[in-house]
């Protein structure tokens, strides 16, 4: 049996089955909103959805400790101290590094 009188070398060949397979081809790799494309575009929109929560989590984190803040004047001082340095006029600040844990 020769290659041209297969059944699917006539399959093959046939100008529809052509055209689908043109057509297919065309837009899994070749348009501009081909299937790689979308599938990027995809990925890409989970992960700005991934960010989207993260920041959201975030931001309840941080309103919450302004509203702690906010409410209690010695968290304040406290983290005012602890973050900016800050400290009241004619006051010494005395910095104690921690032990090291390694055996000397």
């Known amino acids: 049996q ?3 009188s297969s059944t699917w070398w ?4 046939n100008k529809y089955a052509l055209v ?9 790799f070749l348009d501009s909103s081909s299937a790689l494309i ?5 990925a ?10 993260f920041y959201q989590r975030e ?3 941080t309103q919450r400790q302004l509203d702690e803040l906010a409410s209690d004047p010695d968290k304040l001082e406290k983290f005012a101290r ?5 400290h009241k006029p004619g006051e010494r600040v005395a910095l104690v590094a921690p ?6």
Do not use: C, H, N
Not at 38 to 42: P, R, Y
């Open 2 to 4: 020769t290659l041209r």
């Open 10 to 13: 006539k399959r093959l060949t």
């Open 20 to 28: 689908t397979l043109f057509f297919v081809v065309w837009m899994a």
């Open 38 to 42: 979308q599938w990027e575009l995809d």
């Open 44 to 53: 890409r929109l989970r992960a700005l959805e991934d960010g989207i929560e």
């Open 59 to 61: 931001l309840e984190e």
């Open 82 to 86: 602890e973050t900016y340095w800050m």
């Open 99 to 104: 032990e090291s844990e390694t055996d000397d």
